[in-house]
T-cell receptor, first 114, second 115 residues
Framework: DAGITQSPRHKVTETGTPVTLRCHQT?????MYWYRQDPGHGLRLIHY???????DKGEVSDGYSVSRSKTEDFLLTLESATSSQTSVYFC?????????????FGPGTRLLVL | GENVEQHPSTLSVQEGDSAVIKCTYS??????FPWYKQELGKGPQLIID?????GEKKDQRIAVTLNKTAKHFSLHITETQPEDSAVYFC??????????????FGKGTHLIIQP
């Protein structure tokens, strides 16, 4: 998985609790992304980062926040989890490669919000 | 924003036959089109990609074609094998903030290889 780890790999939580997912890379890549995957929707971009402390919103960012204090770590936080945030979350990394970047994905975190 | 349509949602082929998956995109500014294979319980794995200055690319049994005028691209797998069974996703890339590229994915094709 291109030097990408995600933790935890599985989590069950209750509605209203905060949850933080971690993505760690050993590739020293500049760009990092969080996606969620749901049946019938493919993968959708939540937030992304283009450098330390540089982040921006993606297509489905409501209810999520991110932080990147080090090149290797990108955290995704659900401030108050809801059942609609039950999903599989994937982190991806890339390095600028001219026309289009190749994104490499981590193994995913399966989150269940009860 | 970009919209990517992928067909079919399920494709069943006999082992040894060819499989073709098709995608269309909406934004003519998209310039990079990767294909990912996802096995159960794993993250998507890049299998081939094509950039908008190229019409076709091949890697052994896998090929991708791109028609920029029609805004569609296709994945071709020849001589299919049981290990090709998986879900395949196409994606289109647009430049977003800070020089990053946002990928918009199709909804996936479940490819089943029948023995």
């Amino acid at each position: 998985d291109a030097g990408i780890t995600q933790s935890p790999r599985h989590k069950v939580t209750e509605t209203g609790t905060p949850v933080t997912l971690r993505c760690h890379q050993t590739e020293n890549h500049r760009y990092m992304y969080w996606y969620r995957q749901d049946p019938g929707h493919g993968l959708r971009l939540i937030h992304y980062s283009y450098g330390v402390k540089d982040t921006d919103k993606g297509e489905v960012s409501d209810g999520y926040s991110v932080s990147r204090s080090k090149t290797e770590d990108f955290l995704l936080t659900l401030e108050s989890a809801t059942s609609s945030q039950t999903s599989v979350y994937f982190c991806a990394i890339s390095e600028l490669a001219g026309m289009g970047e190749t994104q490499y994905f981590g193994p995913g975190t399966r989150l269940l919000v009860l | 924003g970009e919209n990517v349509e992928q067909h079919p949602s399920t494709l069943s082929v006999q082992e040894g036959d060819s499989a073709v998956i098709k995608c269309t995109y909406s934004d003519s500014a998209s310039n990079y089109f990767p294909w990912y294979k996802q096995e159960l319980g794993k993250g998507p794995q890049l299998i081939i990609d094509i950039r908008s200055n190229v019409g076709e690319k091949k890697d052994q049994r896998i090929a991708v074609t791109l028609n920029k005028t029609a805004k569609h691209f296709s994945l071709h797998i020849t001589e299919t094998q049981p290990e090709d069974s998986a879900v395949y996703f196409c994606a289109a890339s647009l430049r977003i903030g800070g020089g990053a590229d946002g990928l918009t994915f199709g909804k996936g094709t479940h490819l089943i290889i029948q023995p």
